[in-house]
């Protein structure tokens, strides 16, 4: 028989934290899961630490892989998961509440949800409670929910129904900021959707983790790569509000591909990268002048350190372009 939910934990060289990553999954009450931990080629004792657990408890089901990323970790664990629903933590992470994944499934179960989302707390460097803006226990479908809600990327604060997922043929891209590239491909054919206002899980913050590596052209590469799939939906979508959400998050990557290229002048090929995506965009002339006039607010703001009224006329149509576009 099935397990009720899947817990996916892709592990890279995080030894540290583990240890308590896996302690908080295997003494949750909802004993009917199973863990699939995914080593990606950890060049630490992490490997020493999963063989441990899993000589130990059998709902431990160990893969070993050569590195090549958290997308293709969950993809491994994805791929073999057989529970009715899918968590995927990260694993320097770790469950607040013993009851966190019992809550969570009963939830989704009885309100036969494709998505369940839900609060988590910060811990590390930066502690503090985050609290959603999504309005609590409303169900919804994936594209209001999106409209919606604040945004957050993160796989980790999520409950997935499998079958729902397979329906998608959904899989992560292999890419840095794939929880960016996957978060609109994850939500858009979902038809129940709700939000748990409720603090359930741990995120560490570490200077050394992924995220926060020093920049380089895959993260350029990742960016482009979230922007295109972006473009893609935006293309496709007919739905009114959902195509205004796609276009403000596609200025938003578009953005921030552009300030990190002004910042990181040792990849000078990121300003062809950069010209390329605009070219491919599915927008009106008129998007493209916005675009051009956000560019003349960056280099004013952020580069040359002028006063965002330094310019009014750019500062105005910036504006405008927030209000109206």
């Given at each position: 028989?099935?397990?009720?939910?899947?817990?996916?934990?892709?592990?890279?060289?995080?030894?540290?934290?583990?240890?308590?990553?896996?302690?908080?999954?295997?003494?949750?009450?909802?004993?009917?899961?199973?863990?699939?931990?995914?080593?990606?080629?950890?060049?630490?004792?992490?490997?020493?630490?999963?063989?441990?657990?899993?000589?130990?408890?059998?709902?431990?089901?160990?893969?070993?892989?050569?590195?090549?990323?958290?997308?293709?970790?969950?993809?491994?664990?994805?791929?073999?998961?057989?529970?009715?629903?899918?968590?995927?933590?990260?694993?320097?992470?770790?469950?607040?509440k013993p009851t966190a994944l019992f809550l969570l499934y009963t939830t989704a179960s009885e309100q036969n949800l494709d998505i369940l989302s839900?609060?988590?707390?910060?811990?590390?460097?930066?502690?503090?409670?985050?609290?959603?803006?999504?309005?609590?226990?409303?169900?919804?479908?994936?594209?209001?929910?999106?409209?919606?809600?604040?945004?957050?990327?993160?796989?980790w604060n999520k409950l997935y129904k499998r079958s729902y997922l397979d329906s998608i043929h959904f899989l992560y891209a292999e890419i840095i900021?794939?929880?960016?590239?996957?978060?609109?491909?994850?939500?858009?054919?979902?038809?129940?959707?709700?939000?748990?206002?409720?603090?359930?899980?741990?995120?560490?913050?570490?200077?050394?983790?992924?995220?926060?590596?020093?920049?380089?052209?895959?993260?350029?590469?990742?960016?482009?790569?979230?922007?295109?799939?972006?473009?893609?939906?935006?293309?496709?979508?007919?739905?009114?509000?959902?195509?205004?959400?796609?276009?403000?998050?596609?200025?938003?990557?578009?953005?921030?591909?552009?300030?990190?290229?002004?910042?990181?002048?040792?990849?000078?090929?990121?300003?062809?990268?950069?010209?390329?995506?605009?070219?491919?965009?599915?927008?009106?002339?008129?998007?493209?002048?916005?675009?051009?006039?956000?560019?003349?607010?960056?280099?004013?703001?952020?580069?040359?350190?002028?006063?965002?009224?330094?310019?009014?006329?750019?500062?105005?149509?910036?504006?405008?372009?927030?209000?109206?576009?």
């Amino acid at each position: 028989m099935a397990p009720k939910v899947s817990v996916i934990l892709p592990v890279y060289n995080v030894a540290a934290y583990l240890e308590e990553c896996l302690d908080s999954i295997l003494s949750q009450d909802l004993n009917d899961i199973e863990i699939i931990c995914v080593n990606d080629g950890s060049t630490d004792t992490s490997l020493e630490i999963l063989q441990h657990y899993a000589s130990k408890d059998s709902r431990i089901i160990l893969f070993n892989k050569e590195n090549n990323g958290v997308g293709s970790a969950r993809n491994t664990g994805l791929q073999q998961a057989k529970g009715e629903y899918i968590f995927i933590s990260d694993s320097d992470d770790y469950l607040l509440k013993p009851t966190a994944l019992f809550l969570l499934y009963t939830t989704a179960s009885e309100q036969n949800l494709d998505i369940l989302s839900f609060d988590f707390t910060l811990v590390g460097e930066i502690e503090s409670e985050y609290r959603s803006k999504s309005k609590a226990n409303i169900i919804s479908d994936g594209k209001e929910f999106l409209i919606q809600s604040d945004n957050i990327v993160m796989v980790w604060n999520k409950l997935y129904k499998r079958s729902y997922l397979d329906s998608i043929h959904f899989l992560y891209a292999e890419i840095i900021y794939e929880d960016d590239e996957s978060l609109p491909r994850l939500y858009i054919n979902a038809s129940r959707v709700m939000h748990l206002d409720t603090l359930l899980y741990a995120y560490r913050q570490r200077s050394n983790s992924i995220m926060r590596q020093k920049i380089s052209l895959k993260h350029f590469h990742g960016l482009a790569a979230v922007i295109a799939s972006y473009n893609t939906l935006f293309q496709k979508e007919s739905h009114s509000g959902f195509r205004k959400y796609l276009k403000k998050r596609l200025y938003d990557y578009l953005f921030r591909f552009y300030y990190l290229s002004l910042n990181y002048r040792e990849f000078p090929e990121t300003a062809q990268i950069y010209n390329e995506i605009k070219r491919n965009l599915s927008l009106s002339k008129l998007d493209l002048f916005f675009i051009h006039n956000d560019e003349k607010f960056i280099v004013s703001t952020q580069i040359k350190n002028e006063n965002k009224f330094a310019h009014p006329m750019i500062y105005t149509f910036r504006k405008l372009r927030k209000i109206f576009f």
